[in-house]
C-alpha cells in the first residue's frame, strides 16, 4: 500500500484498480471506480485528471458495464468458454480453419454486445444489459453459428446456393453485425474504412456503380469536347 504520508502515485492507484481489494471497500459496486475510498485515503484525494483517467481506464477493462448476479455469471461464463474453446482448438489442431473462425466469432459477438455498450460513458457505467444488445447479441451470434452449421454445403456448392435466401441473409448479417461489434469495441475509425472497402469492391463493372460505363461517357466527352486553343 502506498505511504500515508506523501501523495499516491498515479501507477499505485492504477495497481490498486487491478487489486481485490477495491471490491472489498466499495459500499456500492455500481458506482464508478474512482469513488473508491481505498484510492483516495484522507488527504490525498486524486485530482480530476486522475480521476477521469481512472474512469478511462475502467471504462476500456470492463467494457462500459458493470454488471452484476446472473448477468455478470452468464458473460463469465461465455468468457471462460471461449478461453477452453481455444485451448481444445489449439490441442486438437484438426478443426476445419473456417468453422474454428465462424466458433471464434460467435463467442466475440456475444461478449461485444453484452459487455460493451453502444455508448461509453466513463465515470457512469451501465449495470444492466438493454433488451436491443441481447437482441443484437443473439442475432450476431447465430449469424456466426449458422455458417458453422452450413458450412460443408456452402463449400460443397463453391459459394451461396441457389434457392437458398437464407445463405444470403446470414452472410449480409454477418458484415453488419461485425461491423456494429468494431464499433462499439475499437470506435468507428475501422468500420468507416471497412465499408469504403466494401463499397469500392462493389464499384466495378457489374456493381452498384459502373465505374467502366462513367469511365467511357467521360471519354466520349473528351473526344467531342477538345479544350479551348489560348
Not at 472489498?24 to 469513488?35: A, C, L, N, V
Not at 435466401?165 to 462499439?184: E, I, Q
Request: with cysteine.
Amino acid at each position: 500500500m502506498p505511504s500515508s504520508t506523501g501523495p499516491v502515485p498515479f501507477v499505485s492507484r492504477l495497481a490498486l484498480f487491478s487489486s481485490p481489494k477495491h471490491e472489498d471497500s466499495m459500499s456500492d459496486p455500481t458506482k464508478p471506480i474512482s469513488s473508491d475510498p481505498a484510492l483516495s485515503p484522507p488527504g490525498q484525494e486524486m485530482t480530476e485528471g486522475e480521476r477521469r483517467a481512472l474512469e478511462m481506464v475502467e471504462a476500456a477493462e470492463t467494457g462500459g458495464r458493470k454488471l452484476l448476479g446472473w448477468q455478470a455469471g452468464l458473460v463469465t461464463t461465455i468468457a471462460v468458454a471461449w478461453c477452453l474453446f481455444q485451448m481444445y482448438a489449439a490441442w486438437n489442431g484438426t478443426l476445419v480453419p473456417t468453422t474454428l473462425r465462424a466458433i471464434h466469432l460467435a463467442f466475440a459477438f456475444a461478449l461485444a454486445f453484452l459487455v460493451f455498450p453502444f455508448r461509453k460513458t466513463p465515470g457512469r457505467p451501465q449495470v444492466g444489459i438493454p433488451w436491443g444488445d441481447w437482441l443484437l447479441g443473439l442475432l450476431a451470434t447465430g449469424s456466426a453459428a449458422y455458417f458453422v452449421i452450413e458450412y460443408a454445403n456452402i463449400a460443397a456448392n463453391g459459394g451461396i446456393r441457389d434457392g437458398v435466401p437464407a445463405d444470403l441473409w446470414a452472410g449480409s448479417a454477418l458484415v453488419v453485425m461485425l461491423l456494429l461489434a468494431a464499433w462499439r469495441t475499437i470506435g468507428i475509425a475501422m468500420p468507416l474504412i471497412s465499408t469504403a472497402f466494401i463499397l469500392f469492391a462493389f464499384m466495378g463493372a457489374k456493381g452498384l456503380l459502373n465505374l467502366t460505363r462513367l469511365k467511357s461517357r467521360d471519354s466520349h466527352f473528351a473526344d467531342h469536347c477538345p479544350p479551348k486553343q489560348v
